[in-house]
């Protein structure tokens, strides 16, 4: 290993010679960093857009009957009048989902993190393949404009929900979005999930092959464990994905009949035979499962990271964190038909996966616990990071409990598809991700521009954000309970429901000031990147490796050799250390014990 | 114009508030320039954890109180609703004990143990003991959790045929729901969407050759003979679409090119159930939102909305397109004798071909 650091150090003692210009340095950049920042910033307005539209569907939702100005100027031909169109509410829906979970939480969680995180924290001049790298960016940036363009297609975007079961998806006599606005969706994917094959590929080869002397598997942070483990589990499960999206494009365009069998629509007999869609159902969630994992891991395991920094304490059971990002990425790839209990399937194969289903509270139970007892006799450094860590803590319990009773399939029966499920993952898995990509970015904002971001508007982004995802998601569970079926339109044409339209009104509210309350973290975000403090060296005095490098980035991460690696990344207020906390290149003092991991 | 008055509107609001924060943020920068929280930071956020603490109960129990009668975990119409019932308040309780237990310990720790300058925090990195506790614990309660959850569910699916149901197809299409019963002998006629013939009004495709077909009936709205088992077979003709019952516990996709079924027996008829006394508050609060509606309507000039009466439901719960939000069909429960005579009414499927 040391000698291969060696060889590093050399290569890129010529590197810095090389003449960078604009482009190779901001746009085709092979550099991790720089790289990590794209993600960051494309992550970002896909962000913008994807609330943006849930706000739309909010207000639609509260206020069905009146006609709304905001429709009619941001919707244009879809909103005559002032009044919605139900093919583009549904399709807002379907792009809400597509955009939160692939692109903003997706790739720009653990495209931003991995990349940044991966070579700086286990000591590696950067990726095992830049040239990847870059190529997975830019896949993801042009499926990106791929799915935003569907939305100026004549006849509408994909509108038939973010899982796009066929026969809806598959025939364009069904739904207007079915059409080219299908087409786009899926050609977007595709290249969407071959971007990040490449960059799962890669942060996997980097962890195992290029970590820095000293640094075994058991000293790895935890944000790393948990970036491997996500890139092992999107390598997968996403191919499934595409050969779904493969398979679907082919009874689209080529006449096969893979999930389509049996139709009739407007007045004909199609010529589909054998096929069945829940043949899509399965394929669609083995991804779609272990889908949420590849979106929550990477937001755990940053806040594993961050609140261990900031409690100023050793993450509590280091090992038993490990086992459980392990034991929950086994187990999500196994608990899928907890999706599909009533879609026709065998009541057998039910039980197996509320069997399989619930075992996964026991590692997510363990991860919470283990959180808590950190915070315990810590000396919490209350930062913003640090809040939306504990954030996390709180949605990931609120929501995670709530499936304990979804995946019971007794009584996934009576709430299926109704907003209980709206609220349940919206917060295991919605909120805390994004409180973990916030976290993520007042965590390491510094690293990234070499600025600080105000502490300040950090605070009042994130009292007011918890308070609303709150008093957005709370009230959903029992308009659910109530038999309310989600992606409805509009309420109106149940009576039996007009009770629950006070609450829808309050969501929205709720839900209006927290989408404002964003516009603080721009401010704070596009502000500090150019005129915020420049920040010291390590200024949360934590003790992984990319602390220390410099402030400036320059290629190859640390002028002269990189550091090696002689403790473990969770020595905060170890006795014997005058300060609290010990670096990982730090060597053991003489007499000094390193835990036993 | 509006559209364009309207984008100016929000980009003024969205400068308004980008401006404010920018005040507000130079305000900030001569106080204080490090960005990392200092003891009054985490004085003042510890504090607010406690209030967050607060205000998680207060939204519990709010909610609770204001929205405690909407979930449907009592009056369940099917004879299997009350045990799904009984494990979801079952759930519920565990739910809310481990939420108001770990959500108190993670906020009050995070408000009693907050930073302060020269505190050293405790080095404590590991222990078997938890982390055997607190994993064993959750296995003991999910496995009662799951072996309850099972018997429930299997109570439910495995349909027992020698119960002799009363066999009922509910048919699915973009964007409404037929039900068609089997007739005298209790046996569906074979169908399929290839042999559907509009021209002469075989719209669900039954073998015409078949004679079990012969007697089926095809109607719109679903009658229910309270106490007897009803077997569903369900069918859809286009895409997926999901029969969902709430007030019987009861949903199943219906999918094109399988049938799928589900199996229940109603227990309250439609008039028993307007009767009980936590239906009939239910309504008459619904009626009275509905009234205040109307009022506002009738300003406008325009029609008031309909008085509404309890009534079961059949709704489709998975997403079918343009018109998915409203389709239903009215379901309704009655005596056998009731039921026997409605059915009678209803025209044979021989009888409802239209003959060229």
Redesign the interface.
């Known amino acids: 290993m040391s000698a291969h650091a060696e060889i590093h150090t050399h290569e890129d003692n010529h590197g810095h010679h090389h003449k960078e210009t604009f482009v190779t340095k901001y746009i085709f950049s092979q550099d991790h960093k720089m790289i990590a920042k794209q993600y960051l910033i494309t992550g970002l307005i896909m962000g913008i857009i994807g609330i943006l539209m849930s706000l739309l569907m909010r207000m639609q939702i509260a206020w069905p009957e009146e006609p709304n100005v905001i429709f009619k100027a941001l919707l244009g031909k879809w909103a005559e009048g002032g009044v919605m169109d139900a093919d583009i509410y549904l399709a807002l829906v379907t792009i809400h989902g597509t955009i939160m979970v692939f692109f903003v939480l997706t790739a720009g969680l653990s495209g931003t993190f991995s990349n940044l995180l991966i070579p700086l924290q286990i000591g590696a001049r950067d990726m095992a393949s830049g040239f990847l790298n870059m190529v997975s960016y830019w896949l993801f940036f042009l499926s990106s404009v791929l799915m935003v363009c569907s939305f100026f297609v004549e006849a509408g975007p994909a509108a038939a929900g973010w899982t796009i079961y066929p026969p809806l998806s598959a025939l364009p006599m069904a739904q207007g979005g079915s059409g080219a606005g299908m087409t786009l969706w899926l050609v977007s994917m595709a290249i969407f999930i071959a971007s990040s094959l490449l960059g799962s590929l890669n942060y996997v080869v980097t962890v195992i092959n290029l970590r820095t002397k000293g640094m075994s598997m058991t000293r790895l942070p935890l944000t790393i464990w948990a970036f491997f483990i996500t890139a092992v589990i999107g390598i997968i499960s996403f191919p499934v994905l595409l050969s779904a999206a493969l398979l679907l494009i082919m009874d689209r365009s080529f006449g096969t009949s893979f999930f389509l069998s049996d139709i009739f629509i407007q007045g004909e007999v199609l010529h589909y035979q054998g096929g069945s869609p829940v043949l899509f159902e399965h394929l669609f969630w083995f991804l779609g499962h272990p889908e949420v994992y590849i979106v929550l891991l990477p937001a755990l395991g940053i806040t594993s990271e961050v609140i261990a920094t900031n409690a100023r304490k050793p993450i509590f059971g280091y090992r038993a964190m490990v086992a459980s990002i392990i034991a929950i990425a086994f187990l999500s790839t196994i608990v899928w038909g907890h999706h599909m209990f009533i879609s026709g399937m065998n009541p057998f194969l039910g039980s197996v996966f509320t069997f399989t289903t619930l075992l996964i509270a026991i590692p997510s139970a363990v991860k919470a616990f283990n959180y808590i007892t950190t915070l315990w006799k810590g000396n919490l450094q209350l930062n913003p990071a640090m809040l939306f860590s504990i954030g996390l803590v709180s949605t990931f319990i609120t929501g995670g409990l709530t499936g304990i009773i979804l995946g019971d399939s007794a009584l996934d029966i009576n709430v299926h598809d109704t907003y209980f499920v709206v609220a349940h993952f919206h917060l295991v898995m919605g909120i805390s991700a994004l409180y973990g990509l916030f976290a993520g970015v007042y965590h390491w904002f510094p690293k990234m521009f070499g600025r600080m971001l105000n502490k300040n508007l950090g605070y009042v982004h994130f009292w007011v954000t918890a308070v609303c995802a709150y008093g957005v998601f709370f009230p959903m569970h029992f308009i659910g309970m109530a038999g309310l079926p989600r992606r409805y339109y509009t309420n109106s044409n149940f009576p039996l429901f007009d009770d629950t339209q006070d609450v829808q009104v309050l969501i929205t509210v709720f839900a209006l000031v927290a989408g404002l309350v964003q516009l603080v973290f721009l401010y704070n975000f596009v502000h500090s990147m150019f005129y915020g403090k420049k920040t010291e060296q390590n200024p949360w005095r934590s003790n992984t490796l990319e602390w220390t490098a410099p402030v400036e980035h320059m290629h190859g991460n640390w002028p002269g050799k990189i550091p090696h690696v002689h403790r473990w990344a969770y020595d905060y207020s170890k006795p014997g250390h005058d300060d609290d906390f010990v670096p990982q290149n730090i060597p053991l003092k003489k007499g000094e014990e390193e835990l036993q991991h | 114009m509006?559209?364009?008055?309207?984008?100016l509107i929000?980009l003024g609001i969205?400068i308004a508030?980008?401006q404010m924060?920018?005040i507000?943020?130079l305000t900030?920068t001569n106080r204080d320039?490090?960005?990392?929280?200092n003891d009054k930071?985490?004085s003042i956020?510890?504090y607010?954890?406690l209030g967050?603490l607060g205000?998680?109960y207060l939204?519990?129990i709010i909610?609770f109180v204001l929205?405690?009668d909407?979930?449907?975990?009592s009056n369940s119409a099917s004879e299997h609703g009350p045990?799904?019932d009984r494990?979801?308040i079952i759930?519920?309780a565990?739910?809310f004990a481990?939420?108001t237990i770990?959500?108190f310990?993670?906020?009050y720790?995070?408000y009693k143990?907050?930073?302060?300058k020269g505190?050293?925090?405790?080095?404590?990195?590991?222990?078997d003991k938890?982390?055997f506790i607190?994993?064993i614990i959750?296995?003991i309660v999910?496995a009662g959790?799951?072996m309850y959850?099972?018997f429930?569910?299997?109570d439910?699916?495995?349909i027992d045929e020698e119960e002799d149901p009363l066999v009922i197809e509910l048919y699915a299409?973009?964007f409404n729901w037929k039900a068609r019963y089997a007739g005298q002998d209790n046996v569906l006629g074979e169908a399929?969407?290839?042999l559907?013939n509009?021209d002469n009004a075989n719209i669900l495709?039954l073998d015409e050759s078949d004679p079990n077909a012969q007697d089926d009936i095809i109607t719109t709205e679903l009658h229910l003979p309270v106490g007897r088992p009803i077997l569903f077979k369900?069918r859809s003709?286009?895409?997926?679409h999901?029969a969902?019952m709430?007030?019987f516990?009861?949903?199943?996709?219906c999918?094109?090119?399988?049938i799928?079924q589900f199996a229940f027996t109603p227990t309250i008829t439609t008039e028993e159930m307007r009767l009980n006394p936590e239906i009939y508050d239910?309504v008459s609060?619904?009626n009275k939102?509905?009234n205040k509606k109307s009022k506002k309507l009738q300003a406008k000039g325009e029609e008031p909305?309909?008085r509404?009466e309890f009534d079961y439901?059949l709704?489709?719960?998975?997403?079918?397109?343009?018109?998915?939000?409203?389709m239903?069909m009215k379901i309704i429960v009655e005596t056998q004798d009731d039921y026997n005579s409605w059915l009678k009414e209803q025209r044979l499927f021989k009888n409802s071909l239209v003959q060229n």
């Open positions: 509006t559209a364009l008055l309207t984008i929000l969205t508030i980008w924060v920018k507000f943020d900030q320039t490090s960005q990392v929280a930071d985490n956020n510890g607010l954890m967050f205000f998680i939204i519990t909610s929205w405690g909407l979930p449907l975990v045990e799904i494990l979801m759930s519920m565990v739910i481990v939420q770990t959500q310990l993670l906020h720790f995070a143990y907050k930073g302060e505190k050293k925090a405790l080095f404590y990195a590991d222990n938890l982390e607190w994993t959750p296995v999910l959790l799951i959850g099972l429930t569910w299997n439910i699916m495995i299409q973009q399929n969407v290839r559907i509009l495709g369900m003709q286009d895409v997926l999901s969902y709430p007030h516990r009861a949903q199943m996709n999918v094109p090119g399988m799928t239910k609060n619904i939102i509905r909305l309909d509404y439901l709704l489709c719960n998975k997403i079918c397109g343009k018109s998915h939000y409203n239903q």
